[in-house]
């Protein structure tokens, strides 16, 4: 009776998976300012991931995240940093799929970061290798984010509307050694999207360019 | 001056990204008691899927999201919710991503699994349209999965060493009307699988078979 019990199936391993993928899981941590242009990038880079080189990319952003998984969380310090603890989780498990993550969150802890990071590159029980974290620091002054402004925000930080607003009433803590630096200040999306994939090319993790 | 936050690249609609990817995102939701065969049916399918059919499935299970994501929980009632409540989300952003999710969970409660389904068939304000969600019931009688016992874990719930044991000390509400009944005593693995990617063909899920 009940002989099925003894079939098992193994479980693929993270290089089978990226073997049959052809793709290699990573993901991608992108950290700046409110209004550093975070979101744009990553919407751009998405898609020129999927369209130009094939791969699975997916962003995670307060759209998919703070309205979902994360809407039981408010904005004390446990519940931030529990936010960003869920999301570096999930953007692992989309990177263990063999899928390229692309977080895009103020994220302006190192402290934060670099968990994150040690969570994919140490690889835990059970797991062969870990896997590539790059961070990207999205760059500008405050003053330029300050005056771009484009859901007020500043303006409500400015006025004490809003508590502890990066920036401006809290601390961002800028990356030491990202994997990647954009300046973004007059720098044109297209070109600060290449700076990633240029990385991304340089590290041997994204398939040729399709014709 | 940063002329460049007026680039808006427009993000993908769930519609564009399924035909980028030439894959209709999904999720498989397997329920049933622990030993019905759940895991190894998962890695069963997440193989065929990904060789067969080329395209991107992940399983979240035990292993995966238990010591990752809700590492934070234990198993009080609210507890349990909370932990399919986060399975349930993490896999709508999979299938959001145009990939297949398989969760492998007893997931024991009607209630938790219609709000998984609510969560994915529902558009939500910003989305199109609601994503496929694949209930699949493993169904065996509890005494086959009590004598099967892998783990001893039945043994443990009956010297009372675990409380609350679903099929033993606590219930098993069983699926009213799941998409795949899966009976799975003298069944053989493969046909088991086989079940699920027949249903998935019927409804014009996959792409076909490839050569």
Redesign the interface.
């Known amino acids: 009776?009940?002989?099925?019990?003894t079939?098992?199936?193994?479980?693929?391993t993270r290089k089978e998976?990226n073997d049959?993928?052809q793709q290699q899981g990573l993901t991608i941590w992108l950290t700046g300012l409110s209004?550093s242009?975070k979101s744009?990038l990553a919407?751009?880079l998405?898609?020129q991931l999927?369209?130009d080189r094939g791969v699975?990319a997916?962003?995670?952003d307060g759209?998919?995240i703070r309205?979902?998984?994360n809407k039981?969380l408010g904005f004390s310090e446990a519940d931030r940093n529990?936010n960003i603890r869920?999301i570096a989780?999930?953007a692992?498990?989309?990177a263990?799929?063999?899928?390229i993550a692309i977080t895009s969150f103020i994220s302006p802890y190192r402290k934060d970061r670099d968990s994150a990071r040690q969570l994919h590159e140490v690889p835990?029980p059970?797991e062969e290798t870990g896997l590539p974290f790059v961070e990207v620091h999205v760059d500008?002054p405050v003053e330029?984010a300050e005056?771009?402004d484009?859901k007020g925000l500043y303006k409500k930080a400015r006025e004490g509307v809003i508590k502890e607003f990066t920036g401006i009433s809290a601390p961002y803590e800028a990356p030491e050694k990202p994997e990647v630096y954009i300046r973004?200040?007059?720098?044109?999306?297209p070109d600060a999207v290449k700076q990633i994939i240029d990385y991304l090319d340089s590290k041997g993790y994204l398939p040729a360019k399709k014709e």
Chains 1, 2 share one sequence.
Do not use: C
């Open positions: 009776m009940a002989t099925n019990i079939f098992h199936a193994a479980a693929l998976r049959l993928r209004a242009g744009t919407v751009e998405e898609h999927l369209r699975h997916y962003r995670l759209d998919n309205f979902g998984l039981d529990e869920r989780e999930v692992k498990l989309f263990d799929s063999s899928a835990t059970g500008v330029v005056q771009r484009p973004n200040v007059d720098l044109a999306i």
